[in-house]
């Protein structure tokens, strides 16, 4: 039992960023059909602006987690949309899939060229302790993803449903001529999906690189499990994503734990194909009808 | 016509210059893992022979030549090492550094082996001296010498009855792990859990909830660099107290920096370390320290004591000869006396296995301490 509460836990904060992840991929194809996959590339990189900041500025690490934050704010969010994304868009979806998995190269190659090649310890915004829970030793590391997830994606469901900005967001991304038509700024709607998406990768990386350490590589898996997530749980809803991204985190560790460690990089792919064959809108998703 | 005869005549010279450059360098390419998973152990041992490289070059070079040590990314690939062996090879060198991972050297080898030229590994994997590669030399302990040992450890250091063994899925864990499982069978201690991890693997959290499951005695973690840091940390935050054991890897310079307070407590054996309390290493660790910016572990010094491997065993032959220099290594036990830069007194076997010193070591408050020299196999 003991051993069941720890693989929850653990597998619940694994999910947890799977699915701060995985809501990027989901917001920006409702907004703009941009599908980025250089998303586990742009999970990887905020943890370096972070320790580029502290070791060639010298700050401290909280100054450094808010400068990396604006950067890559301004970096993954504002200069992706405004460089990537709106001169390639216009050619169809095929051309910018390729122009972020080129991306997605650069971005690695960049940082092993210009910071390092091998890991680099990552500092932890919170308490290393753990806790003892019913005979199981749960740790507060993975109580915080957990806790910084639910919070995260409860705000962003808030303002999505709750504020004026975030259901013209949704307006945007249901039906973009008219919401135009009804004077609602589209583009501005559109860069701020992309803000958030830049945010949502900031935190995710700052929850996960104290414990995967950062790496230039570890944008590899994260970003292709996220991306299964989304379309698990259903690409066109937010709470898919969170569906998806907890689902493949639990089982990941069960899987590891009980059946098989080996195979356990397939299973989110068994469960794609499952998905695709039984329930093609994805778990919680909306299935949608094409006119032709 | 005389402007014509002014060229040739300049040209000549640059050629003639340019031979008698090339006669004055000898060819070490250092062939390594500057990338990927092996990129610690790789950019350790690629700093630490272009220390000794430097070293060498300002006193004057091997015999007279400068060493040149053009550097190859393996990329920690099995392919990718091959192609840049055979590059080496192309580059008409005296002999080969590198790679480290055992899967690239047992693909390797053999290209270097057909061309007849000597190479210096830092692999592990005890199956690649077996082979009868006359030209393959190792530059720390193959699993076979050092298994036994934590071995001996586990048994009469710990008082263990079982152990839990988790491992890496590479040549280097695979041969490792049967060693290891062969040894402590063998002194009747029982494995009680038997996992196998992926290289590259960032979540250890089923791992250490399997390895915690076996309630075993000790746990052995045989895992690179980087994936030894992650599961130290996972088994701090799952709160595992049960002894870690680690052979050289788990205890080493990079593992410590990278999994923090979390590596504080294990225990086990080093081959080579950078904390050894021998003079000459304390002085080789300062020079590194001091040039690189960090703390060189094991890799650094196999690195350097191979390129000072490669200058006294060529100065005792008195000339450049690949198939000389293979022959004289063969048996060859060099001292700090002889050559400083060996740092310990070194043996070589009919197989290219070494043997000198080594040391049990714990960490403690963040910093490797050794607790027992133990003495060169052969004596």
């Not at chain 2, 290891?180 to 009747?188: I, P």
């Amino acid at each position: 039992m003991a051993d069941i509460l720890q693989l929850l836990v653990a597998g619940l904060a694994t999910g947890g960023i799977y699915a701060l992840v995985a809501i990027g991929f989901v917001l920006l194809w409702q907004t703009s059909q941009t599908i980025n996959f250089a998303q586990g590339e742009f999970v990887m990189v905020p943890a370096f602006f972070v320790l580029a900041a502290m070791k060639l500025g010298g700050l401290s690490f909280p100054v450094a987690m808010l400068l990396g934050l604006l950067v890559t704010l301004v970096v993954l969010g504002l200069l992706f949309k405004r460089l990537v994304v709106d001169p390639i868009i216009r050619h169809g979806v095929l051309p910018l899939v390729i122009s972020t998995i080129a991306l997605a190269i650069f971005l690695k190659e960049s940082v092993k060229e210009f910071y390092a090649a091998d890991a680099q310890p990552f500092p932890a915004a919170w308490a290393t302790t753990n806790l003892a829970v019913g005979g199981a030793v749960v740790s507060v590391q993975n109580l915080v993803i957990i806790a910084v997830a639910v919070v995260a994606v409860a705000a962003l469901q808030y303002f999505l449903a709750g504020t004026q900005t975030g259901r013209r967001m949704q307006a945007t991304a249901q039906n973009p001529v008219l919401a135009r038509i009804l004077g609602i700024p589209v583009e501005r709607m559109i860069l701020y999906t992309f803000l958030i998406n830049a945010g949502l990768v900031a935190l995710a990386s700052f929850l996960v690189s104290p414990i995967y350490l950062a790496k230039f590589s570890n944008g590899e898996t994260l970003g292709l499990v996220a991306f299964i997530a989304a379309i698990v749980g259903g690409f066109n809803q937010v709470r898919g994503a969170i569906v998806g991204g907890l689902l493949l985190g639990v089982v990941d560790n069960f899987v590891a734990a009980y059946l098989t460690a080996q195979y356990r990089g397939a299973i989110p792919l068994f469960l794609l194909i499952a998905v695709i064959l039984f329930r093609p809108q994805g778990l919680v998703g909306r299935a949608e009808e094409r006119t032709v | 016509m005389k402007t014509w005869i002014k060229s040739a005549l300049a040209a000549a010279l640059a050629i003639g210059a340019a031979t008698t450059a090339a006669q004055q360098t000898v060819n070490l390419p250092i062939v390594i893992e500057l990338s990927g998973a092996g990129a610690v152990s790789g950019t350790n041992f690629r700093d630490g022979a272009m220390l000794a490289i430097d070293e060498i070059n300002a006193r004057g070079g091997i015999l007279g030549r400068k060493i040149n040590a053009p550097q190859t990314d393996t990329q920690s690939n099995p392919g990718v090492s091959r192609a840049q062996v055979q590059k080496a090879l192309d580059g008409n060198p005296y002999a080969i550094l590198g790679p480290i991972f055992s899967g690239s050297v047992k693909a390797n080898m053999v290209l270097a082996q057909q061309a007849e030229v000597p190479q210096f590994t830092g692999a592990e994997a005890a199956d690649i001296t077996q082979a009868g590669n006359a030209y393959i030399f190792r530059t720390s302990f193959g699993q076979q010498a050092s298994m036994p040992k934590i071995a001996n450890y586990i048994r009469d250091g710990l008082k263990a009855k079982t152990v839990a063994v988790l491992w890496v899925n590479n040549d280097f864990g695979k041969g490792g792990r049967d060693t290891f499982v062969k040894e402590v069978t063998a002194r009747g201690i029982k494995v009680v859990a038997d996992i196998s991890t992926e290289s590259g693997q960032v979540d250890f959290a089923a791992d250490v909830v399997k390895v915690k499951g076996a309630n075993a005695d000790a746990i052995f973690a045989y895992t690179n660099e980087e994936e030894s840091a992650r599961f130290l940390r996972e088994a701090r935050k799952q709160g595992v107290s049960t002894p870690l054991i680690g052979e050289t890897t788990l205890l080493n310079q990079k593992v410590i920096e990278l999994a923090g307070d979390a590596a504080n407590g294990v225990r086990g054996h080093v081959g080579l370390s950078a904390e050894a309390p021998i003079p000459a290493v304390q002085e080789f660790r300062a020079k590194f320290t001091k040039r690189f910016g960090y703390v060189p572990d094991h890799n650094g010094i196999k690195g350097y004591t191979a390129v000072y491997a490669v200058k006294h065993a060529t100065e005792r032959i008195g000339k450049f000869d690949r198939k000389l220099l293979a022959q004289t290594m063969h048996g060859l036990t060099i001292t700090p006396q002889q050559e400083p830069g060996i740092l310990m007194e070194t043996t070589w076997d009919d197989k290219g296995d070494i043997d000198r010193i080594s040391f049990l070591a714990e960490v403690v408050d963040g910093k490797q301490k050794i607790v027992q020299t133990l003495p060169k196999l052969g004596k």
